[in-house]
């Protein structure tokens, strides 16, 4: 059975600094390409950011420069580290583990950006 399980998050006050943890069980950590997207209330979910098999990386334009993805194989683990946080970073970010036509999602954690 996969389970994808995050944490980390919580309120913040604008420009502080979060770090989301994702839990990964079931599957063959190394062959996913992971990500983590987020939700805002009234709008669609997005991609923040991906890491591929091959360690490469991408991130949406808005959080350039200030969230880092990162993996730990060894401890099949996803991380996303957020500095700089703004008020428009509010949002359910969920952990992703996609590889073809397999797809796994967790169950969200909340971030609020709020003085």
């Known amino acids: 059975q996969v389970q994808l399980v995050e944490s980390g998050g919580g309120l913040v006050q604008p420009g502080g600094s979060l770090r989301l943890s994702c839990a990964a069980s079931?599957?063959?950590?190394?062959?996913?390409?992971m990500g983590w997207y987020r939700q805002a209330p009234g709008k669609q979910r997005e991609l923040v950011a991906r890491i591929f098999r091959d360690g490469s990386e991408n991130y949406v334009d808005s959080v350039k420069g200030r969230f880092t993805i990162s993996t730990d194989s060894a401890k099949n683990t996803l991380s996303l580290q957020m500095n700089s946080l703004k008020p428009e970073d509010t949002a359910v970010y969920y952990c992703n583990a996609e590889w073809g036509w397999s797809t796994y999602w967790g169950q969200g954690t909340h971030v609020t950006v709020s003085s």
């Open positions: 079931g599957i063959t950590f190394s062959k996913y390409n």
